[in-house]
C-alpha cells in the first residue's frame, strides 16, 4: 500500500515537472517572441528616425473598441451606395495622409501624389499585393492581376509582348463589336440605359481581342450568363478582397458556383479558340495571342485559362465604366455635349469607321475622356502591403510634410479618386465637370496627381486598347444618335453625390439612362 502510494507520488510529481517543463518552454517561447518583436520594432523605429521619420500629424479617431464605429459606419455608407462620399468626409477633416487602426491593424491611408509615387515606383520592392491573390484566386486563379515578385514579372513580360503585337492596333478589331452595340441600340430607341451595352461591348471585344477571333458560340444567352456569373463573382471577390486576411469569412450562397461558372466558360472559349486556330490554314502566318499564352505556359489549359481571366477582369469593367460615366456626364452638361458632336461630325462626316488618325484629330474627345476619368477612375482606390521597413515622404511632424515610417505588414491604401478632385491640385472648380480644365498650362505637368492608369512598374496594359475603344464607341454613338438627352426623371447631381457602387471597380449604381433619338 504505502509503495503504490510512492509510485503514486512519484508519478504526480513525475507529471508536474513535465507540465513546468511545458509552462517554462512555453513562457520562455513567448518572451523570445517578444524580444524578438521588440527588437524588430525598435530596429524599424531607429530606421525611422534616421530617415527623418516623425509621428503622423494625422490618426483617425474612433469611440469603440477596434474601431467598430468606423466599421458600421461603412458598412452602412457601402448598403446606401454612398461608399466613396463618407471616405471625402473624412478627408476632410482628417488631411491627405492619415494613419489608422481599424479591427486591431494599423495602416494608412493616403491622396498625396509625393505618397503615391513612393509606393508604386520609387519604393516599388517595398510592397507588394497582400493578401489579394488568396482572396481573388477562388474567381480568377493564378495571373497577372494576382501575382508578385518574379512570377508577376514574367506574366508581365509575356502579356506585354502581346499587347504591342495586337491586332486591335488599326481598331478594325473593334468595328463588328461597335456596330453590333450601335444596331441593338438603335433597335430600341428611346429611354435605354447605356451601361449593361457598354459591360457586353467591354467583354466581347476583350475575349475577341485576346482569343484572336470572335467567339461564334458566344450567343446573347450565354453571354448573359457568363456576364451575370462574372458580375456575381467579382462582387463577392472585392468584398472579399477588401477583408484582407479576414476573406475567408466571407463567402455567400452561390459564390462559388458563380466562379465555377466563369472558369469553365472560360476555358471553354480557350479550347475553341485554339482548336479553330489549329483548324485554319491561316495560323501558321497570323499571330495570335492566345497560341502564343498557350505555348510559353507550357500548354497547360488552365494557366491559360486564368491568365484570360485576369485579363479580362482588368479590361472589362474598367473600359465599361468609363464609357458609361462619360455618358452619364454628357447628358447632364449638354453645352459639352454640343462641342464635342461638333467636332465629331466635322472629322468624321458620314464615315462609320473609326480610324486612329480620326481619334488623333478630335482632341475634345480626348479632354472628355480625361475628364471622365480624373472624375470617375475605374480603379477609385488600391492597397499595396509593405513587405520591409520603409518610409513615404509625406503625413509626419506638425505640418505633415516630414516623412512617416511604414512597418512591414502594414496596408498603405491610396485613393486616386480622393486625390483627382483636390481643389489645391485642380483648383476651385475641381468637383466639376470641365474638359477645358485640360487647356490650362498648370496642368500640364501633374505627374503623379492625375493617375486613373496607375503608375510605375504595374501600369495598366491595356490603356491604349481602352482609351481607342471608349473613343471609337462614344463617336460612333454620338454619330449614329442626332438626339441624346438626360432621361425624363433622371435627376441632375453633382459629380460625386450620386449612388456608386463599388466592387473591384467603381461604377453608376443607378445605370446610365439616356433618351436616345
Ligand atoms: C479605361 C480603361 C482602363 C483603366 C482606367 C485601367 C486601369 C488600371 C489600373 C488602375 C491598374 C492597376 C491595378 C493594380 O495594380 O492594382 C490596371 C492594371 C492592368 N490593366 Fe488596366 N485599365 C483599363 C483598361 C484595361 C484594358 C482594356 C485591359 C486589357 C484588355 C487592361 C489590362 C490591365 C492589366 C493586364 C493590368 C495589370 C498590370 C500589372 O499588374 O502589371 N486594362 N489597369
Not at 66 to 92: E, I, P
Not at 195 to 208: D, W
Request: glycine share 8%; proline share 5%; aromatic share 10%.
Amino acid at each position: 500500500m504505502a509503495h503504490n502510494t510512492l509510485r503514486e507520488q512519484d508519478l504526480s510529481s513525475g507529471l508536474t515537472s513535465i507540465r513546468l517543463v511545458i509552462v517554462l518552454a512555453f513562457v520562455s517561447f513567448c518572451i523570445y517572441r517578444y524580444v524578438l518583436k521588440a527588437t524588430k520594432y525598435r530596429k524599424e523605429t531607429e530606421f525611422g528616425e534616421k530617415n527623418g521619420c516623425k509621428p503622423p500629424t494625422s490618426v483617425l479617431a474612433y469611440k469603440w473598441p477596434l474601431a467598430l464605429d468606423v466599421v458600421k459606419r461603412g458598412f452602412r455608407a457601402g448598403r446606401q451606395k454612398k461608399l466613396l462620399s463618407l471616405f471625402t468626409d473624412y478627408w476632410g477633416f482628417l488631411g491627405s495622409t492619415v494613419e489608422l487602426t481599424i479591427l486591431g491593424g494599423t495602416g494608412y491611408a493616403t491622396m498625396d501624389p509625393d505618397n503615391i509615387e513612393a509606393v508604386l515606383s520609387t519604393r516599388f520592392e517595398d510592397f507588394h499585393l497582400g493578401p489579394r491573390n488568396l482572396a481573388m484566386s477562388a474567381m480568377i486563379g493564378e495571373g497577372i492581376f494576382t501575382q508578385d515578385g518574379p512570377a508577376w514579372k514574367h506574366s508581365r513580360e509575356l502579356l506585354r509582348r502581346q499587347f504591342v503585337r495586337m491586332q486591335y492596333q488599326n481598331l478594325e478589331g473593334f468595328r463588328e463589336h461597335v456596330e453590333n452595340l450601335v444596331g441593338s441600340l438603335s433597335d430600341s430607341r428611346g429611354i435605354i440605359d447605356l451601361q449593361p451595352h457598354f459591360y457586353r461591348l467591354t467583354l466581347n471585344t476583350t475575349i475577341a481581342m485576346i482569343l484572336g477571333q470572335s467567339v461564334e458560340s458566344f450567343n446573347h444567352e450565354m453571354g448573359d450568363l457568363f456576364s451575370n456569373s462574372f458580375n456575381k463573382a467579382s462582387l463577392i471577390t472585392a468584398t472579399r478582397v477588401r477583408l484582407g486576411d479576414l476573406y475567408f469569412l466571407y463567402a455567400p450562397r452561390g459564390f462559388f458556383a458563380a466562379c465555377k461558372t466563369v472558369k469553365s466558360y472560360t476555358e471553354q472559349f480557350v479550347r475553341d479558340a485554339l482548336q479553330q486556330d489549329r483548324d485554319s490554314m491561316k495560323s501558321s502566318d497570323k499571330y495570335t495571342f492566345i497560341n502564343d499564352l498557350y505555348s510559353e505556359h507550357h500548354q497547360d489549359i488552365r494557366l491559360v485559362r486564368d491568365q484570360v481571366i485576369n485579363v479580362l477582369i482588368a479590361g472589362r469593367d474598367t473600359t465599361a465604366a468609363t464609357m458609361s460615366y462619360a455618358f452619364r456626364l454628357l447628358v447632364r452638361y449638354p453645352n459639352v455635349l454640343k462641342k464635342l458632336r461638333s467636332e465629331v461630325e466635322s472629322v468624321l462626316g458620314q464615315d462609320k469607321d473609326v480610324t486612329r488618325a480620326y481619334i488623333q484629330r478630335m482632341p475634345y474627345l480626348q479632354m472628355v475622356l480625361k475628364e471622365t476619368l480624373r472624375l470617375y477612375p475605374p480603379v477609385p482606390i488600391n492597397t499595396r502591403f509593405c513587405k520591409q521597413a520603409t518610409t513615404l515622404p509625406l503625413g509626419g511632424g506638425p505640418d505633415g510634410r516630414s516623412p512617416i515610417l511604414i512597418r512591414p505588414g502594414m496596408p498603405v491604401a491610396y485613393s486616386v479618386y480622393h486625390m483627382q478632385r483636390r481643389k489645391d491640385i485642380y483648383g476651385p472648380d475641381a468637383g466639376s465637370f470641365l474638359p477645358e480644365r485640360w487647356e490650362r498650362s498648370e496642368l500640364a505637368d501633374l505627374k503623379w496627381g492625375y493617375l486613373p492608369f496607375n503608375g510605375g512598374p504595374r501600369l495598366c496594359l491595356g490603356k491604349d486598347f481602352g482609351l481607342m475603344l471608349a473613343s471609337y464607341g462614344i463617336a460612333r454613338i454620338i454619330q449614329a444618335f442626332p438626339k441624346i438627352e438626360l432621361a425624363p426623371g433622371e435627376i441632375w447631381e453633382e459629380p460625386g453625390t450620386e449612388r456608386q457602387h463599388l466592387t473591384l471597380t467603381l461604377s453608376n449604381a443607378d445605370g446610365c439612362k439616356v433618351l436616345l433619338a
